[in-house]
């Protein structure tokens, strides 16, 4: 099946700083990635949409200057949290669907851990 | 707007019993039904799917069937294993809609005990 990484797996930062991570879909080409955030024992919250070559679309309640996407790519989109605070730690997890996988089919990636201190 | 209804857990399990997650949904278009499985400490995994009504996903033993009549897609499982613990979520893609976004059930956690 598609494969879908994430980088890093886990990240610990201080308060203030900006934090990237990327999301890259290893044997396909994915027009679409999906950026979501899963709080402790809760389900996944949609984030944003992304399209190669476009701007993000971003659910209402996200903020797009805090949460940066970019989807420079055909297999990479990258989010960055910037001026991270406490209350951003969470579980950051894309998706991506698209060119030679079912379009409607999303595969995630592994997640990555963000801890702001 | 579309939505998904799962049953809460937490589901405690003996191995090998029978299995079963509840699933049901509301969707102004045509949706495509999912169930991803999520393994302590790691990502979503695709479990199965299913793209129309009467359509039965299947894989690694588990089943879910596209009820239109019902708007549901229930999982199930004969025999559990305690490998199969994790946190379960039903979802829909609703392509009437002109979007592949996913729209997610809350998630229900089962573990299984030897």
Not at chain 1, 76 to 93: C, K, N, R
Not at chain 1, 97 to 109: A, I, L
Not at chain 2, 53 to 64: H, L, P, Q, T, Y
Request: charge should be neutral; proline fraction near 4%; charged fraction near 20%.
């Amino acid at each position: 099946g598609a494969v879908v990484s994430q980088h890093p797996s886990w990240v610990i930062c201080k308060s203030g700083t900006s934090v990237k991570i990327e999301c890259r879909s290893l044997d396909f080409q994915a027009t679409t990635m999906f950026w979501y955030r899963q709080f402790p024992k809760q389900s996944l919250m949609l984030m944003a949409t992304s399209n190669e070559g476009s701007k993000a679309t971003y659910e209402q309640g996200v903020e797009k200057d805090k949460f940066l996407i970019n989807h420079a790519s055909l297999t990479l989109s990258t989010l960055t949290v910037t001026s991270a605070h406490p209350e951003d730690s969470s579980f950051y997890i894309c998706s991506a669907s698209g060119r030679q996988g079912p379009q409607e089919t999303q595969y995630f990636g592994p997640g990555t851990r963000l801890l702001v201190l | 707007g579309d939505s998904v209804t799962q049953m809460e857990g937490p589901v405690t399990l003996s191995e090998e019993a029978f299995l079963t997650i509840n699933c049901t949904y509301t969707a102004t278009g045509y949706p495509s039904l999912f169930w991803y499985v999520q393994y302590p400490g790691e990502g979503l995994q695709l479990l199965l799917k299913a793209t129309k009504a009467d359509d039965k996903g299947s894989n690694k033993g588990f089943e879910a069937t596209y009820r239109k009549e019902t708007t549901s897609f229930h999982l199930e499982k004969g025999s559990v294993q305690v490998s199969d613990s994790a946190v379960y979520f039903c979802a829909l893609s609703d392509r009437g809609a002109g979007s592949y976004q996913l729209t997610f059930g809350k998630g229900t956690k089962l573990s299984v005990i030897p």
